[in-house]
T-cell receptor, first 119, second 109 residues
């Protein structure tokens, strides 16, 4: 299958600081990557769709200046949480499409997630 | 608007069978996925349906009726490790995945 990695797997930061999360497709090129947030006992919430070489498309209610997304290459997308606050504490998951690999159209392959705790 | 409904929580006994239902109302349909998610982990793929009918894969089966906007995931011979959340997701006309809130399945000995 297609493998997606995330780094770090967990991070603790102080309020007001910025945190960068990396999402990499290890064995395929991902033209489209997705960033999700999941609060405890809730489902996945799509934050933004990221296409290589272009600006990310943010979902309604997601602050693009707070959650900076960069998809500079076909194998790497980054999410930077700027001026983090305790309410940003959540589980952040990225996923990627691999159209040339997928036997199921538009399937998304998920990274292992990043647990962010803001103190 | 787009909507996917699943029960919030279900409880079943080890060794038994459980059916998790999913109904959807989306702008277009290009396939339905079921994912399993253990607490603190990312979702993992279970099944995909795009045509009506039953897809069987080992202990897990998934059914789709497009005319009814309905799917179910059937888990047989339940094991304790099946305790997890099960997410239903539909690919809409824009090929975006629309997610249900997930069903937390609790398996009791």
């Amino acid at each position: 299958g297609a493998v997606v990695s995330q780094h770090p797997s967990w991070v603790i930061c102080k309020s007001g600081t910025s945190v960068k999360i990396e999402c990499r497709s290890l064995d395929f090129q991902a033209t489209t990557m997705f960033w999700y947030r999941q609060f405890p006992k809730q489902s996945l919430m799509l934050m933004a769709t990221s296409n290589e070489g272009s600006k990310a498309t943010y979902e309604q209610g997601v602050e693009k200046d707070k959650f900076l997304i960069n998809h500079a290459s076909l194998t790497l997308s980054t999410l930077t949480v700027t001026s983090a606050h305790p309410e940003d504490s959540s589980f952040y998951i990225c996923s990627a499409r691999a159209p040339e690999r997928a036997s199921r159209p538009y399937e998304q392959y998920f990274g292992p997630g990043t647990r962010l705790t803001v103190t | 608007g787009q909507n996917i409904d699943q029960p919030t929580e279900m409880t079943a006994t080890e060794g038994a069978i459980v059916q998790i239902n999913c109904t959807y109302q989306t702008s277009g349909f290009n396939g339905l996925f079921w994912y399993q998610q253990h607490a603190g982990e990312a979702p993992t793929f279970l099944s995909y349906n795009v045509l009506d009918g039953l897809e069987e894969k080992g202990r897990f089966s998934s059914f789709l009726s497009r005319s009814k906007g309905y799917s179910y995931l059937l888990l047989k011979e339940l094991q304790m490790k099946d305790s997890a959340s099960y997410l239903c997701a539909v690919t809409d006309s824009n090929y975006q995945l629309i997610w249900g809130a997930g069903t937390k399945l609790i398996i009791k000995p």
